[in-house]
């Protein structure tokens, strides 16, 4: 369809001649050396000239990738919850947002072990800024979400984005990924930003908004990393924030995130799926008289769920015992744990540790907080 041309992945008809003209691109000889070190480049080179369809670049290159970057960069991926997906099914997943390129990769990635229907998956455009990455994002089914847009831009792409994420799931049975919120969280409080809710329902022709939701199968997804590999990159916006002051951007700051993120050591990483939202929506309903109370009740409800199935690290016990001065989950860590976390915090923030230290045990201690609300945590 025309309309989403703007903002739309590759179809498969075009997907061949995207990568013919990416493919002596510098930085996709990189991605293929890093992928199949033992592998000579004429023989990727030929299998990247015959691939004809996203899924095809997708299971046989960035799969790949992602497992490299596994193994590279961290002690594994975990997962839980698939199991209850059906396969042949689109579902739209609600995220909490770490990471630029490995939340959306990571779930797929999952996916795809489960038999289930992979993502297209939203992305900021000043994120691919650089014509390859605008090339390699479309052939991994991105859509674009555009940023810095006056007031009635961005309506107008607020309402086009819902109309095609609402015909990626229903007409084309196609999985869809959107964060919670615009942007990575940066200080571990992961929260549903409603305005991203009233976005995914300006598509809505159903006279009941809840019913429009249930229609489109919410799985409320959380992600956590042992270690964040972008933690000191977020630092400098969180101590602006913190003084009231306006955080610009330094020149290729995204990029710089985007490679750190992938190659930065990250240890342990866990994905859960939740349960697809359903009767949730019948008592919001019965509980909530107008739009932006449901709004803000669905809110919640991701939320419970994102909080409640995060996964806690040794990493997050130990920032929250040193952050509160306390030992009271020293039975979830060991000694070696804590010492090697507090080497990383000196040399992260180095002569900036004092200003930064406690931002930066907030991001790992705030997940074992919001967890407290829910449960016991042992």
């Known amino acids: 369809m025309p309309k989403f041309d703007s903002i739309r992945q590759f179809y498969d008809s075009e ?167 615009e942007g990575r969280t940066k200080d571990g409080n992961d929260a549903t930003h409603q305005g991203v809710l009233k976005m995914l329902a300006m598509a809505s022709d159903e006279k009941n908004l809840m019913d429009y939701f249930k229609k489109i199968k919410i799985v409320p997804v959380s992600i956590s990393y042992e270690y964040d590999p972008t933690d000191a990159l977020k630092m400098p916006q969180i101590m602006a924030e913190a003084n009231d002051e306006i955080y610009i951007k330094e020149k290729n700051e995204d990029f710089i995130t985007l490679i750190s993120g992938i190659i930065g050591q990250k240890k342990r990483i866990h994905i859960h799926v939740g349960d697809v939202l359903d009767k949730e929506f019948d008592k919001i309903t019965a509980e909530n008289d107008n739009n932006n109370k449901q709004i803000q009740a669905l809110a919640q409800v991701i939320d419970d769920s994102i909080l409640s199935t995060y996964k806690l690290w040794p990493t997050n016990f130990i920032a929250y015992d040193l952050i509160n001065n306390t030992d009271q989950f020293s039975n979830q860590y060991t000694e070696k744990e804590k010492q090697l976390f507090e080497r990383r915090l000196e040399m992260r923030l180095g002569n900036e540790k004092e200003a930064l230290r406690e931002s930066f045990l907030a991001m790992y201690a705030n997940p074992v907080v919001n967890k407290l609300k829910y449960q016991n945590v042992e």
């Open 15 to 181: 997907v061949n001649s995207a990568i013919q003209n990416v493919a002596n691109h510098p930085m996709m000889k990189a991605l293929m050396s890093f992928t199949f070190p033992e592998v000579e480049e004429s023989v990727w080179m030929e299998q990247l000239k015959r691939t004809h369809s996203i899924r095809d670049f997708q299971v046989n290159f960035i799969y790949q990738s992602i497992q490299r970057v596994l193994e590279r960069s961290s002690d594994g991926l975990s997962t839980s919850g698939f199991e209850k997906l059906e396969p042949n099914t689109s579902y739209l997943f609600i995220s909490n947002h770490r990471d630029i390129i490995l939340d959306t990769s990571l779930l797929n990635v999952s996916l795809f072990d489960h038999g289930l229907v992979m993502t297209a998956s939203a992305i900021g455009d000043n994120l691919v800024q650089k014509s390859f990455l605008l090339t390699l994002s479309k052939l991994n089914r991105n859509f674009l979400v555009r940023r810095g847009l006056s007031p009635r831009e961005l309506l107008q792409s607020s309402k086009l984005m819902s109309e095609f994420i609402y015909h990626l799931l229903s007409k084309e049975n196609r999985s869809v990924w959107i964060a919670q919120r």
